[in-house]
């Protein structure tokens, strides 16, 4: 059975940079648009970013918009979320997750979830 693999999180200081990556294992990626979700203590996980399956189209929340890119190389069966100028508030559980398009995601309608990668955003 196929699944999503995240990876790249860590103990960062503000204002640093992180790349996330979501890998697909058993299953091809491109056949999916890919989402990327927060979750922190106490809150339900939040959509963040979206990318299309041929990744022409995108999708931001504000929060991240002009920080955070998300990308994917269909060949390698991989979605990466780069992560610029961290702030101690973007500390939480980072998940990726495959779904039929970019609408789908934001309704939460997921296909596949990775099991999640945390990110830690010091002061």
């Known amino acids: 059975q196929g699944q999503l693999v995240e990876s790249g999180g860590g103990l960062v200081e503000a204002g640093e940079s992180l790349r996330l990556s979501c890998a697909a294992s058993?299953?091809?990626?491109?056949?999916?648009?890919v989402g990327w979700f927060r979750q922190t203590p106490g809150k339900e996980r939040s959509l963040i970013a979206a990318?299309?399956?041929?990744?022409?189209?995108?999708y931001y929340v504000q929060d991240v918009k002009g920080r955070f890119t998300v990308s994917r190389d269909n060949t390698q069966n991989i979605a990466y979320l780069q992560m610029n100028s961290l702030t101690p508030e973007d500390t939480a559980l980072y998940y990726c997750?495959?779904?039929?398009?970019?609408?789908?995601?934001?309704?939460?309608?997921?296909?596949?979830w990775g099991q999640g990668t945390q990110v830690t955003v010091s002061f």
């Open positions: 997750a495959a779904g039929r398009d970019i609408e789908s995601i934001r309704k939460a309608t997921i296909d596949y």
């Open positions: 058993g299953r091809t990626l491109s056949y999916y648009a």
């Open positions: 990318i299309s399956r041929p990744g022409r189209g995108v």
